[in-house]
Structures are given as C-alpha cells and as structure tokens.
C-alpha cells in the first residue's frame, strides 16, 4: 500500500471514529495539518508500549508495540498524564486478525523516539 494510499485510509479511519463515538472526543481528534501530515517513530521504551483505546493510563488496551519497533503516528494531544509526561501519539497500524485492516490507538510521547519531521496536533 502506498503512502498516499495509507495517508487516504487514515483520514477516513479518524473520520468514521469521531462519527460512532463522537467529534469532542480526544480520542479520535483530527489532525489540522492536513493528509500528509502522519510520521514515523521508535518505540525507546525498554518494555515496549501499551497502546489504549484514549490518550489515558487508564483507557482499554488494545495492542503492545515492542521495544526498536517503527511506528507510524497520526498526530498527539496533551491528555491525561503518563509517567508525568501528559503528551500521547495517535499511532496507526495494520490489524493483525484483518490485513485489509487498520487499527487506531494511543501511546504515551515519551516512549517515542521522533524520525523525522514532529508530529501536528489532533
């Protein structure tokens, strides 16, 4: 899939999700930078990520990214705090049950090494 193409299914994702739960959720804020907006980062946490449902220590988990693994990130918000640091990534990546599928879900920032350009805000 291209970057085009993923950029196009990210947009629509982020859309249909602030549809079903609602716009005024932070969990599915827009980026306001536009489609081309999405970047890459490193997972830097020894133990890796939980990636949840809502930028929250407390929200429903939904995956794990391992330690060195690349992750693609939408935009972030200032949320609840995690280990002091109140700054979460919107990451999105392919659904491990459905290859035809993307997931959506949240990290905490300071387990996230930026390559490249920073990410805008949701």
């Known amino acids: 899939m291209s970057k085009r193409s993923l950029r196009q299914v990210c947009a629509l994702l982020v859309t249909v999700s602030a549809l079903v739960f609602g716009a005024a959720s932070p969990a599915v804020a827009q980026p306001t930078g536009g ?4 970047c890459l980062g490193r997972v830097v946490a020894h133990s890796g990520l939980m990636v949840r449902k809502a930028p929250a220590a407390d929200a429903s988990l ?28 919107l990451l ?3 659904d491990e049950e459905d290859e035809d599928a993307f997931q959506l ?3 905490p920032a ?4 930026i390559m490249g350009p920073t990410p805008v805000w949701c």
């Open 110 to 113: 300071q387990g996230i090494a």
């Open 62 to 89: 939904l995956d794990h990214v391992a330690h060195g693994e690349v992750v693609t990130i939408v935009c972030k918000v200032n949320s609840q705090s995690a280990a002091g640091d109140g700054r979460w990534y």
């Open 35 to 38: 489609g081309d907006d999405l």
């Open 105 to 107: 879900g949240w990290v």
């Open 92 to 94: 999105v990546g392919l």
